[in-house]
């Protein structure tokens, strides 16, 4: 085959190749091109198919190396299958290391990262994804062309320009790569531990601290990255399946070939203007449940005929109730928190939803009707810690003056109690730390361990041999920027009064450093990435008991420090796949993080400043800092109290201990039932997605992940399976349609209207819905005893 298109390639004559069309022409003019050689040499039809469009269009352009650098590609590709599918296995040539990308990433990630941050702080948050990013830069590079001038330039001998060429692959990767580095799926973890200290427990270490705490720990994760790429990046058996996603994506943006409507039912418009048409759309319509009309955001109708009716509204609120009928026309209760639902397989939806109806649902009944955990004090479902007279709890009174447990004042104040729900989150984590366990080694164990032992021996794929024409990274840089980022974690731990003992800090990233391999291999294989958060605040509970702000540190050092650490590797595995330089992507995502955790800092504290009862119940707009909130109480049940006092035998909570054994039995049972019947639907059971799914309740209700499961399943499994051509062309750019034109109204709404106290209008379709039980969180079954408080008698 190969010498056949060689023979066709050198031996074409220049009639024609140049009978019709002399220069580069849309796609037909280049397929045309690849036909007359086809038509008049022999040609092989086992050629790939997918690289006839790129041929045809190097053969228009004369371009011989190219047309041999293609065709000598047929003969090596990646030995998996869907890496095949997803990426090329040749190199496009083409700048990426120009003003264009850096500016374009720059602006994308200072914007994204300051939208990500403002919005984290309300309820339900809104956070813009990879896919959104990677959709939005697309037209701001082909903008940039239109307006930019096509000037060369020359400085310090070199010779430059605004346009180099049509906006490129490589130069939108390096845009998407630096949003990524910047905030992967949300704000910076660290803006928790400092909304928590200032807004909870009213100190604040100031802006030295607090820029220290974000850069470290949002960079820390690089230089391990880095370090480790030739385990996790290098080896072809090191897939990155989320990354699949997005090449398929960067390639169907810069193929500029029209709709097909045969191919997409029927459907005609450009991908791109119904993007804008969808954006416009969500724009205009959430005026109506943001401010209109509010009672649509959470349509909790049986809550509106009886607002004061407990059983009512425990069992059919939004707010603090399980929503039995979960309604809402409000797409920020759809996807603020747990993100578009047009994104997850079916199977992962359906597993979430079964996890969040079982044990969300049908267990909290149960188990708060039961009167067990003292439940009937309390709301069924809320993010907030209570005291034995059913109020917050105040830990301020189990402090002492270095804001660590005061065990007398603990002893004569009250033990901490949860809502039904935020009790049962914690069982669920703990059963989801031995499900993923047992099931990945069930499930994936022969297959880890078979590309585990490929990305030591396994010879350079097509990629890495692509790779290797460019310089490479030297490992002293990234090991010196770690050691940098370290010297700064330690002066945020130890120059202010935190408690974290230096050898406490090492140990955090000694758990970062060595989880980092092994979890990333099982990342890069079977796209589940084992989260450490819990088990660092059991560590740091039983260490260094009744120290809440070193607890948050440790558990931020040990968890995002490695969970930072994948969401690098996965940016270095997404440039080796597109062929960006290894230099370039360095110093892109270097800057991009550096720069936004500075960023985001200066939101947090600009929102503290100027949004008017944040943090609060009180807050405009629902600024509540529901993340933070959570963040505050678990510092509380690990960092102050300690899980010693908590879930140790003959503590209030200790029977959540047996989810550990549920969590790794389960996978077990459904492994062999699977075995038995492999083609039932028990195929498509994943236990620790059932387990820890709905992990972001709270401050997630159920309300949001059953809304987000109805649309997720008619759209990735009803208009998928019916309507395959217009889902793949038109499903993504629906959901970032929706996220962006959902954030831009948003924001217009808080700094127009919220923040220059707007009168909201006045009528039964705001006012309907703020003062049921379930809004003000006062849906419960039992009033405090006469003797004063509910609970134990003692407690120590």
């Not at 083409?94 to 990500?116: E, K, Q, V, Y």
């Not at 009064?497 to 450093?513: K, M, Q, R, Y």
Request: aromatic residues 16%.
């Amino acid at each position: 085959m190969l010498r056949n298109i060689r023979n066709s390639i050198g031996g074409r004559s220049t009639d024609a190749t140049a009978s019709g069309n002399d220069a580069i022409g849309p796609r037909e003019s280049a397929e045309r091109q690849a036909a007359q050689v086809y038509s008049t040499h022999e040609y092989d039809p086992n050629f790939p198919s997918e690289k006839l469009e790129d041929l045809g269009t190097a053969i228009a352009n004369h371009d011989l190396e190219k047309e041999q650098a293609i065709v000598e590609s047929t003969e090596e590709n990646s030995p998996y299958l869907e890496v095949r599918a997803a990426v090329r296995n040749y190199d496009e040539e083409a700048p990426c290391n120009t003003i264009r990308a850096w500016c374009i990433g720059l602006f994308l990630a200072t914007i994204l990262s300051a939208i990500n941050m403002f919005f984290s702080m309300r309820a339900p948050s809104i956070t813009i994804t990879s896919i959104v990013t990677q959709l939005i830069a697309y037209p701001i590079g082909r903008g940039w062309d239109l307006v930019m001038p096509k000037k060369k330039f020359k400085t310090f001998g070199r010779e430059w320009s605004f346009v180099p060429g049509p906006f490129n692959q490589k130069e939108h990767v390096i845009a998407v790569v630096m949003a990524n580095a910047s905030f992967g799926g949300g704000a910076a973890y660290s803006t928790d531990i400092l909304l928590a200290q200032i807004s909870q427990y009213k100190f604040d270490y100031g802006w030295g601290f607090g820029l220290l705490l974000t850069i470290s720990t949002q960079c820390l994760g690089f230089g391990l990255a880095g370090v480790c790429r030739r385990f996790l990046v290098w080896p072809a058996a090191m897939i990155w399946p989320a990354n699949l996603v997005n090449t398929s994506l960067f390639y169907a943006l810069h193929d500029h070939s029209k709709t097909d409507p045969v191919a997409t039912n029927g459907w005609r418009i450009s991908r791109y203007r119904f993007f804008l048409y969808i954006l416009i759309g969500s724009f205009c319509w959430y005026w109506v449940p943001g401010w209109l009309f509010q009672a649509l955001s959470v349509f909790a109708f049986p809550t509106f005929i009886a607002p004061n009716n407990v059983l009512v509204n425990q069992l059919f609120g939004g707010w603090t109730g399980v929503s039995l009928i979960p309604i809402t026309f409000d797409w920020t209760q759809i996807a603020g928190y747990i993100g578009s639902p047009l994104v997850p397989p079916w199977h992962a939806i359906g597993n979430t939803v079964f996890g969040t109806v079982f044990f969300y649902v049908l267990v909290s009944i149960a188990v708060h009707y039961s009167g067990a955990w003292y439940s009937a004090y309390l709301p069924i479902s809320d993010s907030h810690s209570y005291d034995n007279t059913a109020h917050q709890y105040n830990v301020s009174r189990i402090l002492d003056e270095n804001h660590r447990l005061d065990p007398a004042k603990y002893e004569s104040y009250s033990p901490l109690f949860l809502s039904t729900t935020f009790a049962m989150s914690y069982g669920l984590s703990f059963a989801a730390i031995a499900a993923v366990i047992v099931h990945t080694a069930l499930y994936h164990g022969k297959e880890i361990w078979y590309r585990m032992k490929s990305a030591r021996t396994q010879e350079d794929d097509i990629h890495m041999k692509l790779m290797k024409k460019y310089k490479d990274s030297p490992d002293w840089w990234y090991l010196g920027f770690f050691v940098i980022m370290l010297a700064m974690g330690f002066t945020a731990a130890l120059a202010w009064n935190t408690g974290l003992e230096w050898w406490a800090f090492i140990i955090s990233i000694v758990i970062a450093a060595v989880w980092l391999v092994p979890v990333g291999m099982i990342q890069a294989v079977t796209n589940i990435q084992i989260g450490l958060n819990v088990i660092t605040e059991f560590i740091i509970g039983y260490m260094t008991p009744g120290r809440p702000i070193a607890m948050m540190m440790f558990k931020t050092y040990g968890y995002i420090t490695m969970s930072q650490a994948l969401n690098f590797t996965q940016g270095l595995k997404l440039g080796h796949y597109m062929k960006v330089p290894p230099r370039t992507l360095f110093w892109a995502q270097v800057t991009a993080a550096l720069w936004t955790s500075v960023v985001q800092v200066a939101v947090m504290y600009w929102a503290l400043g100027s949004i008017k009862g944040i943090c609060t119940k009180a807050a405009i707009n629902h600024f509540t800092c529901p993340n933070a909130t959570v963040f505050f109480n678990a510092s509380i049940v690990w960092g102050v109290i300690g899980p010693a006092r908590m879930f140790s035998p003959g503590q209030i909570y200790s029977g959540l201990m047996w989810f550990f054994l549920i969590g790794a039995v389960t996978p077990v049972i459904f492994y062999f039932l699977n075995r038995r019947f492999p083609k039932s639907f028990l195929r498509y059971v994943n236990w620790p997605v059932i387990f820890s799914g709905s992990g972001l309740i709270p401050p997630a209700t159920p309300l949001n992940y059953l809304a987000w499961g109805i649309v997720g399943f008619v759209f990735n499994h009803h208009i998928r399976k019916r309507f395959a051509g217009w889902w793949s062309s038109y499903n993504y750019l629906t959901s970032a349609g929706l996220d962006v034109g959902l954030a831009l109204c948003s924001i217009l709404i808080v700094l127009t209207l919220s923040m220059t106290n707007a009168k909201e209008p006045n009528w039964w379709g705001n006012n309907v819905g703020k003062y049921t039980m379930d809004a003000e969180g006062t849906a419960i079954q039992k009033g405090v005893p006469d003797i004063g408080y509910f609970g134990p008698a003692e407690w120590h």
